[in-house]
């Protein structure tokens, strides 16, 4: 079976004036299709970083990352953003809405970026009903719903392309404990459904959701 | 389009930005276009006083000077007194001009009086053969033929002092050249290089001669060119008189030509004025620049977002050009049609008449403002909306 994800010996260096910055040191693994993985690790270990490779956002100096089985590291800026667009579903710790387009439009915006003007109307109604979303609020602009209604818009948002994985950025940084919990509760129910999702987080209480745990530690795994 | 729709509502939300921003253009573009009507105005404006003399030669007697405009407008008695077109030299006009009509023009000013007890005036008289002045003037009242003791009064004249058919008018201090029975009043000429009959007196060569002591030694010959160019007339007329460089004998002005030059210095008082109106142009320019530049700083986060979930950069560059377009398609058309009020005002204000507003170069010139007015818009939302698509999406995303 083909990983989802897989880094193969990858090093990112951030050249800067002081001198270069090792950010990540030959790290290697892979994630599995329907894995639900958090990533934890002190700050300033290379999390971001990760997470920035991992979404595609950046690429590696050395090494090489494969998405589905595509090396990225050779792809320009128009095929990345395509990678992104088509495989990969971004959930934010500030959940990050349009503020100018309401609940229904947030989330049909990825759709709309893939094909243009042919929607389906429906689809973003069904994602939405699959993050428990109430009906009235599919109008609403984002300043007018809560923080844990924005998280479910985000990750319906997240959803809607159905993307290879879903990389979460400590969703749940932004929101009380309570809606934290039935935000990975949903989490946990759409990689039942067979989503995979990898979860950035220095929150142990998130890791539990995981089936696996990789720890980074000054640009290195350390288990 | 997604990206159309979040232009608008940006625009929407940030309306008084937006709106001061569209100020600027709509008054760019009424400082274009209405200084364009202008200018067309002018140029119709002179077009339509100039129209009759576009078709003449005009020769006089040689002073020196660079061609000159004719001695009709000042008439005789001036410094040019002395120099006259000799009886021969007409007679070689008429050859070298033939089948065009030569005609023979005396001129001079007199003081004269109108009725009994009236003021005591001077004003310019011409003289000219009665049969060439219908090729040369029209009649509003009365008839060309005026005898010997009867003359033809220009229309500004006629209506400045109250004359009509059968006034009389008496010529000279005192009346001591005699006096005059009004047989026609002319119809008004405008500006001319020829004759300028609008405030004149034209009378006949016969009571000229007998009244001023002339004989056949004239203030200028004008030519009505029927057949051939006015070009041509000129340098067959010069070829003819002005054998011997260092000893020329006559001026000869082509007014098609001044005509062109004339329109030509129009043309560039129009351009000039028009420019003076595109610094607005360029102010509201610099304006659209800078909002545009907020909006950019203002969404550099949400550039981010769009960014890392697969945006385009050309979908966030036509976000921003659309914003742009937005502000200048609806600033430029507010600003033409406020550019033809002021263009109506203005003419009114400046030429006293408004009826050459609609027209086709007025049209344009509205036209052109509008289109300038888009097109400045969008080139001044081009850097910004580069510079937003070409954020780097994770230092974007860190913008706080």
């Given at each position: ?11 990112k260096i ?15 693994f892979?994630?599995?299709?329907g ?29 090489e990352?494969f ?7 050779a ?5 990345l953003?395509?990678?992104?667009r088509?495989?990969i579903?971004?959930?934010f710790?500030y ?16 759709q ?8 389906n109307?429906?689809?973003a ?13 599919y ?16 990750v319906a948002?997240?959803l ?7 990389l979460?950025?400590e ?6 404990s ?11 129910e ?9 979860c ?9 959701y995981?089936?696996?745990?990789i ?9 | ?7 608008k ?6 309306m ?6 569209m ?7 009424v ?7 202008l200018?067309?105005?002018m140029?119709?404006t ?24 004719g001695?009709?407008g000042?008439g ?11 009886d021969?030299?007409y ?7 033939a ?17 009994v ?14 049969a060439?002045v219908p ?31 059968g ?9 001591s050249?005699?006096t ?14 020829d ?20 004989n ?13 160019d006015?070009?041509t ?11 011997h460089k260092d ?19 129009f043309?560039?008082v129009t ?17 659209i ?5 907020m ?9 981010g977002i769009?960014r890392?979930i697969?945006?385009?950069?050309k ?6 050009i659309?914003e742009?377009?937005?502000i ?6 507010i ?10 005002a203005?003419?009114a ?15 344009l010139?509205v036209g052109?403002?509008?289109?300038f ?11 910004p909306?580069w ?10 995303l860190?913008?706080?």
């Amino acid at each position: 079976m083909q990983p989802v994800i897989q880094f193969d010996d990858v090093v990112k260096i951030y050249p800067l004036k002081a001198g270069d910055v090792t950010a990540l040191n030959h790290i290697s693994f892979e994630v599995m299709r329907g894995e639900f993985i958090s990533i934890m690790g002190p700050s300033g270990s290379g999390k971001s970083t990760l997470l920035n490779l991992m979404g595609c956002l950046d690429t590696p100096t050395f090494g090489e990352i494969f998405m589905s089985g595509i090396g990225v590291r050779a792809m320009n800026d128009m095929e990345l953003t395509k990678l992104r667009r088509d495989r990969i579903g971004f959930i934010f710790q500030y959940f990050n809405l349009f503020p100018l387009l309401n609940v229904i439009e947030n989330v049909n915006f990825p759709q709309m970026l893939k094909s243009g003007k042919d929607v389906n109307p429906d689809k973003a109604k069904e994602v939405l009903h699959a993050v428990q979303l109430e009906e009235q609020l599919y109008t609403h602009t984002p300043s007018e719903l809560s923080g844990g209604q924005q998280q479910r818009v985000a990750v319906a948002r997240a959803l809607i392309n159905d993307p290879d994985i879903l990389l979460c950025d400590e969703p749940t940084g932004n929101l009380d404990s309570k809606t934290g919990a039935s935000i990975m509760d949903l989490m946990t129910e759409l990689n039942k459904k067979g989503a995979t999702i990898i979860c950035v987080t220095h929150d142990p209480t998130v890791a539990k959701y995981s089936d696996r745990t990789i720890r980074i530690v000054d640009g290195c795994i350390a288990s | 389009m997604i990206f159309w729709e979040i232009a608008k509502r940006n625009i929407r939300i940030h309306m008084l930005r937006s709106t001061l921003a569209m100020l600027g253009i709509v008054i760019g573009v009424v400082a274009i276009a209405s200084m364009g009507i202008l200018g067309n105005s002018m140029v119709a404006t002179v077009s339509e006083s100039l129209k009759s003399v576009g078709d003449s030669v005009i020769v006089s007697p040689y002073s020196g000077g660079g061609g000159g405009m004719g001695s009709g407008g000042g008439g005789g008695g001036s410094s040019s007194a002395s120099l006259k077109i000799t009886d021969q030299n007409y007679q070689q006009i008429k050859r070298v001009v033939a089948p065009n009509v030569a005609t023979p023009v005396y001129s001079t000013s007199d003081h004269m009086k109108i009725g009994v007890g009236s003021d005591d005036i001077v004003a310019t008289m011409y003289a000219l053969p009665s049969a060439d002045v219908p090729d040369i003037m029209k009649l509003q009242a009365g008839d060309y033929n005026n005898g010997n003791s009867g003359c033809l009064v220009g229309s500004t004249f006629a209506k400045d002092h109250n004359l009509k058919v059968g006034s009389r008018i008496s010529i000279g201090t005192d009346g001591s050249k005699g006096t005059l029975r009004v047989t026609g009043i002319i119809e008004e000429r405008g500006m001319s290089f020829d004759i300028s009959t609008d405030n004149a007196l034209v009378v006949t060569p016969e009571w000229f001669e007998n009244a001023y002591n002339r004989n056949k030694d004239y203030d200028e010959v004008v030519v009505k060119v029927k057949e051939g160019d006015t070009a041509t007339i000129k340098t067959n007329i010069e070829k003819q008189l002005n054998k011997h460089k260092d000893n020329k004998i006559v001026s000869v002005t082509d007014s098609k030509a001044t005509l062109s030059s004339i329109y030509s210095t129009f043309s560039t008082v129009t351009t000039f004025v028009t420019a003076i109106g595109g610094i607005s142009m360029v102010v509201a320019g610099v304006s659209i620049f800078n909002i545009m530049m907020m909006s950019v700083n203002e969404r550099i986060k949400e550039i981010g977002i769009m960014r890392s979930i697969g945006t385009q950069k050309k979908e966030v560059m036509s976000m921003f050009i659309y914003e742009a377009a937005i502000i200048g398609v609806i600033g430029s058309i507010i600003g033409g049609i406020l550019s033809v009020l002021a263009g109506y005002a203005v003419s009114a204000l400046m030429l006293g008449t408004t009826k050459y507003l609609l027209t086709t170069a007025n049209a344009l010139s509205v036209g052109e403002g509008v289109s300038f007015g888009i097109v400045i818009c969008l080139l001044c939302g081009i850097y910004p909306a580069w510079q937003a698509a070409n954020l780097n999406p994770i230092d974007a995303l860190r913008h706080e």
